[in-house]
């Protein structure tokens, strides 16, 4: 990949050390002039984007203005969601639109997943050496 | 359009199964206009994840594609 930039592995519980470490990317997401760093967790499991509710307010999103509500599965099924498109930064890589399943969960993770993160994205993951690769498509 | 002044009457003189089934029917609609999956049918798909989220997936590029009619008209 060229114009790529590589990543550690996050340990997120320090009593399981390297078992526990995930990929999580930084990222600034944007929405209309209000910024936020966060950190998103690299999912290829999920068909979608998820943004939990405290973040989406944090961007200055209102809930009522959002008219596209979605449904989703697993333990998310049992809260509303509905679509909110943000500009997300990666390091160096120009802004691109993500759209996320702004869900109404306060405890779910930022997720980043197939629609649309990876198909913004071309992400390569060495799991044995706990680092991933990523560059804009 | 009837106002609910207008059908509140002609509500209550619907039977108790009828009352049931109306508020069944608006409970359905609501949910489905929030995209919330009913409580009831949640243990029928127990195999429904993120992982298969097409639905919502959908939804999403057609958020994705607005926002993009928006900025370039």
Redesign the interface.
Known sequence: MANKVRFAFTEVDHSFGALSTLPYLPLTLTYQNQSLSVSGLL?T??????LPYEMGLALGAVWENQR???????N??????????VKATVEQFPAV?L???WTQDKYAPL?L????FFLSFDVCFYRSASAFEISPK | MLTTTQFAPMLRQLSHSDKLLLLNLLVAELLR?????P?SI?DD?PR??????????A??????KE??ELIHG
């Open positions: 999912d499991g999920s068909s979608v984007n998820v596209l509500p979605l449904p989703l599965g697993g998310l099924a049992r809260f509303e969601a509905r679509a909110l498109v639109d759209a996320f399943a997720i997943g197939h629609m649309n | 206009e929030s995209g919330i999956v409580l949640q798909l429904q994840g993120l992982h298969d989220s097409f639905e919502a997936a939804i999403l590029a057609q958020a994705l926002n993009q």
